[in-house]
């Protein structure tokens, strides 16, 4: 089941890495599972995603787009469920069994192409000319190069139902101006304005995105130098104000909101009208717009200064393509993924289901044919491009984890086991644990 906590953010530590040192470029393995090349210039390529029917079914057209155009070319295509995705991603290339061309995640990009798993795409040859400035880099890896690259962006935002805000006669924050303090009080007042039940926002505290705008406008970031870039201070500080939520009444009690946060998309208090904020990647925008029918608003996250300028949003892949190091025929993969991120005529197919296309060539061909809900999407990443700030360090090998250790830690905190104070340290502990 696609929950909303599973939709805010994805990652469980990767099983089975440990046999990828012995399938780098440098493995006797031949890769790429069963694919090749001839010599009359044929190639045979497996193509392996996670995704959902939409996905399944835009990638398989995309596919025989591309076939068609290329009749040399045969793909082979695995799609899969997030659930299971990686576990077999990983015995596959313990068994040199691994796909030519695979959806990457960035919670597992260091994992793969820090042991010679994954090719460096710039230098076999993919134009990334007309990638918007900063977008490239989100999937650069120091001794690899350019391990993946991003198959649509996203930014971190929050999505309102206009509706309960109108409910509650409280009017929608100017997010260029909003501050944290301002989010709380706004939620507040929709919760006292309103019939039990109805509160202003979701519980936010085990959010991993929030938790990264949070620290970067704190001066810090979630990692830096292949460990944790932030302090136990800021820690603290984080769960000082997620307590602060729970206890103003801004978010259901700590109970409800575990509950929330394990429904379903279509049933969470959110898509129901029970609560008038919550976060999302844009990339998520979509699905969150069609729950509600008037309609959702998406905002900037609030920051320490009053001034969107300093959000220190970032643009992130909402996922990635990569090509095996051990490719059957690396030409012929690093010619598909330039087709699926470079070609107009893939991004039509493949529209924004991915995340809005990093090729400003493709995201300009589409946009004419997007409807409402895509549209906000679209129009939400080129709000913040002036603001954004520098992209963040690749989650580190063992940083997979970081959801779990956030969530772990909060919800102790929200039921009273432990001190925000305690939660920070061992927020920070953890994840020293899991980067060691």
């Known amino acids: 089941m696609f929950t909303r906590r599973k939709a805010l953010a994805l990652g469980l530590a990767v099983p089975g890495l440990a046999g990828l040192a012995a399938c780098g470029p440098n493995a006797s393995s031949g890769g790429g599972g069963g694919g090749g090349g001839a010599e009359d210039g044929s190639a045979s390529l497996r193509v392996a995603w996670w995704g959902n029917p939409t996905r399944d079914e835009n990638t398989q057209n995309v596919a025989d787009a591309y076939t068609e155009a290329n009749p040399d070319v045969t793909l082979s295509l695995e799609p899969g469920e997030w659930s299971g ?29 820090q042991r010679g798993a994954l090719l460096d795409l710039a230098g076999a040859g993919l134009d990334t000319s007309d990638f918007a400035p900063g977008s490239v880099e989100v999937g650069e890896l120091p001794e690899v190069g350019l391990a993946a690259i991003n198959s649509g962006l996203n930014a971190f935002a929050f999505l309102l139902n206009p509706v309960v805000f109108k409910e509650a006669g409280v009017e929608i924050p100017d997010d260029s101006t909003w501050t944290w303090d301002d989010l709380v009080d706004t939620a507040v007042k929709i919760s006292e304005n309103t019939p039990d039940g109805t509160w202003g926002m979701t519980q936010m505290g085990t959010v991993q995105g929030l938790f990264q705008v949070y620290v970067r406008q704190a001066g810090q970031d979630q990692y830096k130098d292949g460990g944790a870039g932030f302090d136990a201070a800021t820690g603290t500080a984080w769960f000082e104000w997620v307590k602060q939520l729970q206890d103003s009444g801004a978010c259901p009690e700590a109970s409800l909101s575990v509950e929330d946060s394990a429904k379903s998309m279509d049933q969470s208090f959110f898509a129901t009208g029970k609560v008038a904020m919550t976060v999302a990647w844009s990339n998520q925008v979509v699905a969150h717009d069609g729950l509600v029918p008037e309609g959702i608003v998406v905002l900037r996250p609030p920051s320490m200064s009053g001034s969107s300028a300093d959000a220190q949003l970032w643009y992130k892949a909402s996922m990635y393509w990569a090509v095996s190091a051990n490719a059957s025929n690396p030409e012929a993969a690093v010619a598909f993924v330039d087709y699926l991120v470079n070609s107009p005529d893939a991004g039509k197919i493949l529209s924004v289901e991915r995340g809005v296309p990093g090729n400003l060539t493709v995201r300009e061909a589409i946009v004419p044919d997007l409807d409402e809900a895509n549209t906000k999407a679209v129009d939400f990443l080129d709000l913040i491009e002036s603001e954004l700030g520098s992209a963040p360090e690749i989650t580190p090998q063992g940083g997979g984890q970081f959801e779990d250790i956030l969530t772990r830690a909060g919800e102790d905190m929200l039921f009273g086991t432990i001190t925000p104070e305690e939660a920070g340290q061992r927020l920070l502990d953890e994840l020293d644990a899991a980067l060691a």
């Open 85 to 113: 995705y990686w576990d077999k991603l990983a015995t596959q290339t313990a068994g040199g069994d691994f796909p030519d061309v695979v959806q990457m995640d960035e919670k597992y990009l260091a994992e793969y192409g």
